[in-house]
T-cell receptor
Framework: ETGVTQTPRHLVMGMTNKKSLKCEQH?????MYWYKQSAKKPLELMFV???????ENNSVPSRFSPECPNSSHLFLHLHTLQPEDSALYLC??????????????FGEGSWLTVV | GDSVTQMEGPVTLSEEAFLTINCTYT??????LFWYVQYPGEGLQLLLK?????DKGSNKGFEATYRKETTSFHLEKGSVQVSDSAVYFC?????????????FGTGTSLTVIP
């Protein structure tokens, strides 16, 4: 039990499909993140939300569309993906920036395969 | 800018061997430092952390000491087990100027053989 829950854990989708990844945090945090982890590559920050407002979009293609309806929930909407988008997508949460000793907590990830 | 550099892997050790994974950082201010562990098929889990110089973080037999003079936060364990096989990430949280960023190393893969 990490305090950050992601669903689904595994997803296979075709290049023309539309799907969504869901994340929920139970830690009372105000910042939420999406990271992409591909084989043999460093962890890539995709999006950051603070108090439901997007504060960072790290040059992510528009086929990835985040949504943060409140501080506890974060979605990543996926459409017309490419095979190279196959990866582990990690959701995370933390206290808001400016907090001393701020710690980031991750969910277990959603394994995405694009066929 | 702030950054973290950790030793390249993979690392292979026999059970009960001593483990060191090196991590150095570059940062202004007073960052917090972390080690995360990722077991196969899972997300990153916080292993230990230290929030100020000379602090020692410890958990599950792992230790790391925040050394400001050498800008290091090396991970150590006296006797590794097969169950410690995982990827280990060193990370940094800047302070007071945080922005939105946490900085991660590239990860070090550890395999422990019986």
């Amino acid at each position: 039990e990490t305090g950050v829950t992601q669903t689904p854990r595994h997803l296979v989708m075709g290049m023309t499909n539309k799907k969504s990844l869901k994340c929920e945090q139970h830690l009372g945090h105000n910042a939420m993140y999406w990271y992409k982890q591909s084989a043999k590559k460093p962890l890539e920050l995709m999006f950051v939300y603070n108090f439901k407002e997007q504060t960072e979009n790290n040059s992510v293609p528009s086929r990835f569309s985040p949504e943060c309806p409140n501080s506890s929930h974060l979605f990543l909407h996926l459409h017309t993906l490419q095979p190279e988008d196959s990866a582990l997508y990690l959701c995370a949460s933390s206290q808001e920036p400016g907090t001393a000793g701020n710690t980031i907590y991750f969910g277990e990830g959603s394994w995405l395969t694009v066929v | 800018g702030d950054s973290v550099t950790q030793m390249e892997g993979p690392v292979t050790l026999s059970e009960e061997a001593f483990l060191t994974i090196n991590c150095t950082y570059t940062a202004t201010g007073y960052p917090s430092l972390f080690w995360y562990v990722q077991y196969p098929g899972e997300g990153l889990q916080l292993l230990l952390k230290a929030t100020k110089a000379d602090d020692k973080g410890s958990n599950k037999g792992f230790e790391a000491t925040y050394r400001k003079e050498t800008t290091s936060f090396h991970l150590e364990k006296g006797s590794v087990q097969v169950s410690d096989s995982a990827v280990y990430f060193c990370a940094l949280s800047p302070w007071p100027d945080t922005g939105n960023q946490f900085y991660f190393g590239t990860g070090t893969s550890l395999t422990v053989i019986p």
